[in-house]
């Protein structure tokens, strides 16, 4: 019992004090303080339930494909796959899914002969070939890193499947919309193409893992400000 008095003596004492921020943050802002203190601003995974359907101890592999002839170092591939692997696996906050098994990129390419194989083979195939239990399956859509020849912004659109593949089937897909970053352009003369890529797929792949786990909505409005300074 007063456990519970002292925690609702503390909301109380939150909220009036967010009150006596109305006149200079905005009626808004103060009054959704107390909740943001309380609650904090993570949303839950926008796939929560599928997610939670995943057994301890499974194997997972991500895997990213597209027919967008993106060829050498221009192909992300790997890149995204390997990002939304270290993305999800570290921001799941489910206890059980520590103990799940991530199959890294590199054995996935070792486990074909070609790029062309991988590409043409179903997930639920692709996952029964390398013992996978389930796969994160993303095709890109489109992906440009230009914004012009002398601005860089990238963009990109994705489908994502998570394949139960034990039963071959699809726990769900998801479209996402066109993820573009940053916001504004920046200078070509910032930096080489290859390491904003690199740079851009790593925000791609904090954008798909919203589907697997929580996440900060506000994230967006401060994207520009999270740009690397050179």
Known sequence: ????????????????????????????????????????????????????????????????????NLYGSSNPNADLATSV????????????????????YSEIEDAFDSEEELNSISFGK???????????????????????????????????????VKNQKNLFVESTPQFTYPPTPIPTSDMEEVEFQKYFTFKLAKDVSKLFCPYDPHDQYAQDSDFPVR
């Open 1 to 68: 019992m007063t456990n519970e008095r002292s925690r609702w003596l503390a909301v109380a004492f939150i909220a009036l004090s967010s009150l006596t921020l109305l006149g200079s943050t905005g009626c808004a802002n103060a009054l959704l303080m107390p909740y943001y203190l309380i609650r904090g601003t993570d949303s839950p995974a926008i796939h929560q339930a599928e997610v939670k359907e995943i057994e301890k101890g499974s194997k997972i592999a991500v895997v990213c494909r597209s027919h967008l």
């Open 85 to 104: 692997t270290y993305v999800v696996s570290n921001n799941l906050k489910d206890k059980k899914k520590k103990k799940l098994v991530w199959i890294p």
């Open 126 to 164: 692709l996952g029964a070939k390398i013992g996978a239990d389930y796969i994160i399956g993303i095709e890109l859509d489109s992906f440009e890193t230009r914004h012009s020849t002398q601005f860089y912004q990238g963009k990109a659109k994705v489908v994502v499947r998570l394949v139960d």
